[in-house]
């Protein structure tokens, strides 16, 4: 025995009779609905970390303090959990225009209900496409059109960000890898020196890491290396 609403409703569906069931995603004011505002939101949380390592500064940044620290030979020091919060703070920083100009263009209109959600979408685009295209190598760009077998494009507008992201990605690590060489050079030459003041006194035994630490830290104190690293990253950007 079945239930009549039940019965009702079945045979509406097997007759092809259309159900008056609608979403929408803007308020009687024309602004967008919260609920919609809140999935957007938790979206976007959700998707934050990867589009925080592709699109802004954070992996050049991260990099180059990771390298820093093994030319130290301090592998856990500092810890993986410091270098990732300044190299966000110091993302942060850099990104600070660009992600003032998203909210102008496309964030702001879009919750005063002045543009639906595919127009901010693409108007917030073109700002992180303008960052990236700005420290993006043409060499890497065309390198990633040829890997698709597309045409290269025309214009620095023309780059799909299908390409572009990778592309600017190999170039960041391309530049945090320069930066860490330069930045091994000193302490390599401390290890040599170490290494071969070790080996005249026959103390062969002894790792020359433990005595070059101490003067690697004097030097690094000495000469501010913190400070010039940052420097250099944030003068990287302008």
């Known amino acids: 025995m079945s239930a009549p609403g039940l019965t009702v409703s079945v045979a509406n569906l097997l007759h092809g009779i259309p159900l008056g069931i609608s979403i929408d995603v803007n308020g009687p004011d024309g602004e967008p609905n919260s609920a919609v505002l809140l999935l957007i939101a938790v979206t976007l949380l959700s998707v934050a970390p990867a589009l925080l390592l592709m699109m802004s500064s954070f992996t050049k940044i991260f990099v180059v303090l990771a390298l820093t620290r093994n030319a130290l030979s301090t592998p856990m020091i500092p810890p993986n959990q410091v270098l990732a919060g300044l190299a966000l703070f110091l ?9 003032t100009e998203i909210n102008e263009v496309a964030i702001g209109p879009y919750t005063d209900g002045s543009i639906d959600f595919q127009e ?20 890497d760009i065309a390198l990633m059109h040829r890997a698709a077998d597309i045409d290269n ?26 930066i860490g060489f330069v930045i091994f050079i000193p302490f390599l030459i401390i290890d040599l020196v170490v290494a071969s ?19 690697k830290i004097l030097l690094f104190v000495l000469v501010d290396g913190w400070g010039l690293i940052v420097t250099a990253l944030v003068g990287s950007y302008t």
């Open 153 to 178: 494009p025309t214009s620095p507008e023309a780059v799909p960000l299908t390409t572009l992201v990778p592309a600017f990605m190999l170039s960041e690590l391309r530049a945090a890898f320069i």
């Open 197 to 215: 003041a070790l080996m005249s006194m026959g103390m062969m035994m002894l790792p020359p890491v433990m005595i070059s630490l101490p003067f």
């Open 120 to 139: 901010a979408l693409d108007a917030g685009a073109e700002p992180l496409r303008g960052f990236m295209v700005a420290f993006t190598r043409e060499e």
């Open 91 to 99: 993302s942060m920083f850099i990104m600070a225009p660009v992600l």
